[in-house]
């Protein structure tokens, strides 16, 4: 079935430790997206990829990096976790070309992270 | 860059009334605009979208409108249910349609 999947959905680790959040998706999109959101607050775009090696930084100030080798996945790695990084983490895509009306997002389930 | 404002941040109605959440953006390039459902502890999902040509829409008990010379868009929902309560988010986009941006959530509450 063709959707979007995080891993993992909960994670727990200490501060200073480095982690990478798993984003995968089967619909053959070329857009994907990362999202922080908090608990019932509006969704900050973090970054955003175009396609294959295609990397951008959104709105949001972010520690985080991410990387596009292949079309379905996208990775998001943070270095060294602090507990200001304590969120929800929303992966996503669309298919569509740039300057073209914006085709709809669809989101993955989440990874929940907190940082001790 | 562009900035989406919505209202009320919370809304109460009792259950067969209706819900009115309201939405206004800043970007005269933004062309469409979804609403997602955000029920506790899962994803977003997409109930309804409007492109900017297109005044109005409405899918069974959804609705939402568009008036592109005021840069406001709101979400209808007719004859609520409990199970319509959850976090609805509007959203516009930007960046030529590359990008979208959220609203900051409405949290409506439908009492049986």
């Known amino acids: 079935e063709a959707d979007i999947y995080q891993t993992p959905r909960y994670l727990v680790i200490g501060t200073g430790k480095k982690i990478t959040l798993e984003c995968s998706q089967t619909m053959g999109h070329d857009k994907m997206y990362w999202y922080q959101q908090d608990p019932g607050m509006e969704l900050h775009l973090i970054h955003y990829s175009y396609g294959v090696n295609s990397t951008e930084k959104g709105d949001l100030s972010s520690e985080s990096t991410v990387s596009r080798i292949r079309t379905e996945h996208f990775p998001l790695t943070l270095e060294s976790a602090r507990p200001s990084h304590t969120s929800q983490y929303l992966c996503?895509?669309?298919?569509?070309?740039?300057?073209?009306?914006?085709?709809?997002?669809?989101f993955g389930p989440g990874t929940r992270l907190l940082v001790l | 860059g562009e900035n989406v404002e919505q209202h009320p941040s919370t809304l109460s109605v009792q259950e067969g009334d209706s819900a009115v959440i309201k939405c206004t953006y800043s970007?005269?390039?933004?062309?469409?605009f979804p609403w997602y459902k955000q029920e506790l502890g899962k994803r977003p999902q997409l109930i309804i979208d409007i492109r900017s040509n297109v005044g109005e829409k409405k899918d069974q008990r959804i609705a939402v409108t568009l008036n592109k010379t005021a840069k406001h868009f709101s979400l209808h929902i007719t004859e609520t249910q409990p199970e319509d309560s959850a976090v609805y988010f509007c959203a516009a986009t930007w960046e030529y349609g590359n990008k979208l941006v959220f609203g900051a959530g409405t949290i409506l509450r439908v009492k049986s």
């Open positions: 970007d005269s390039a933004s062309n469409y």
């Open positions: 996503a895509s669309s298919e569509g070309l740039a300057g073209v009306f914006q085709e709809t997002q669809y």
